[in-house]
């Protein structure tokens, strides 16, 4: 490796990192905000009507925060990846992930094939988890 490409990767990697830190900040201020507002909207409600909807509200919001959270662990799993030099390599086959994904998601682990391999096994197992679920419990159709 040149020194040319040396440090070519190395600003890919700086720039890398500050994007990801970016949006690690950009999240846990969101996740901030969420927690700082859900005791206050709780103790606003009046009646059950305004409980109800508070608590679908509240539901929602428990919801955000774990996909934020989520997506923090993933962040922080690329940044490793990144010091580990296997940023941009799949987890699952080991190819290259193409660049214009990793720029839509910049804490993406698996290629495109292999992400829409995952998604299918997951979909068919909930599928598959829900017919034996229908199937048990005959006596409630």
Not at 50 to 66: G, P, T
Not at 112 to 138: F, H, Y
Request: proline letters at 2%.
């Amino acid at each position: 490796m040149t020194r040319a490409d040396r440090a070519r990767d190395g600003e890919r990697h700086d720039v890398l990192r500050r994007m990801l830190e970016v949006r690690r900040r950009e999240i846990q201020q969101k996740l901030r905000l969420l927690r700082e507002t859900l005791p206050i909207e709780a103790a606003e409600v009046k009646d059950a009507e305004e409980q109800s909807v508070a608590d679908f509200v509240q539901e929602v919001d428990f919801a955000l925060m774990q996909m934020k959270s989520d997506t923090l662990s993933k962040i922080d799993g690329a940044i490793r990846r990144l010091e580990a030099g296997s940023y941009g390599m799949c987890a699952e086959c080991g190819g290259e992930i193409a660049e214009a994904r990793l720029r839509a998601l910049p804490f993406a682990d698996r290629c495109r094939a292999c992400q829409e391999r995952e998604e299918t096994r997951g979909a068919e197992q909930r599928a598959s988890e829900a017919r034996l679920l229908w199937e048990s419990a005959p006596e409630q159709r």
